[in-house]
T-cell receptor
């Protein structure tokens, strides 16, 4: 199993550009989430999904869109990049059974917006 | 508003010391509390706690949850330089909101030789 994969690993954008961060998992997990991590602020939830076709907003959703057309993929779209979106982005997935199990994290994408 | 608060935010100790990291929470639809360790890369899972008063142990690390007072502690005994990391506490909600984890700010632990 590859686990949770994210692409790209690094990205530099100019203000106003759009892009999509890719996330995929091969563990058949129902739950998937996107976080951003800024210095001294832990992980903040952007959007999450409890299954294909179902998404919801987290703490900091503004400026980001998501969709979940398949169980495996959960892309994060930046609509018009701003310097405030410079951050490290993590995607995570977890099992949705009766007994909760931990989230598995991807390696992260380091995004810089100039 | 759901929130998870960790303390201290940073801690510097010497090898062999024992440390206690704190995590308090105020969240709706609570199911479990989890601890992760992060070393300059993606977080890695340490513990999941669902019931009060039951200590989870893994080597020199242990953790316990108090659901009445809404907090958890993570203890590390006989610390080593390899324990240097950011320790993250998070709460997992009920099944219907399963991906909605709320993280604390993290505690940055530095262990000096």
């Amino acid at each position: 199993n590859a686990g949770v994969t994210q692409t790209p690993k690094f990205q530099v954008l100019k203000t106003g550009q759009s892009m999509t961060l890719q996330c995929a998992q091969d563990m058949n997990h129902e739950y998937m989430s996107w976080y951003r991590q800024d210095p001294g602020m832990g992980l903040r939830l952007i959007h999450y999904s409890v299954g294909a076709g179902i998404t919801d907003q987290g703490e900091v959703p503004n400026g980001y869109n998501v969709s979940r057309s398949t169980t495996e993929d959960f892309p994060l779209r930046l609509l018009s990049a701003a310097p405030s979106q410079t951050s490290v982005y993590f995607c995570a997935s977890s099992y949705a059974g009766v007994y909760y199990k931990e989230q598995f994290f991807g390696p992260g994408t380091r995004l810089t917006v100039l | 508003e759901d929130k998870v608060v960790q303390s201290p935010l940073s801690l510097v100790v010497h090898e062999g010391d024992t440390v206690t990291l704190n995590c308090s929470y105020e969240v709706t639809n609570f199911r479990s509390l989890l601890w992760y360790k992060q070393e300059k890369k993606a977080p890695t899972f340490l513990f999941m706690l669902t019931s009060s008063g039951i200590e989870k142990k893994s080597g020199r690390l242990s953790s316990i949850l108090d659901k009445k007072e809404l907090f958890s502690i993570l203890n590390i005994t006989a610390t080593q330089t390899g324990d240097s990391a950011v320790y993250l506490c998070t709460t997992a909600p009920i099944r219907e909101q399963g991906g909605k984890l709320i993280f604390g700010q993290g505690t940055e632990l530095s262990v000096k030789p």
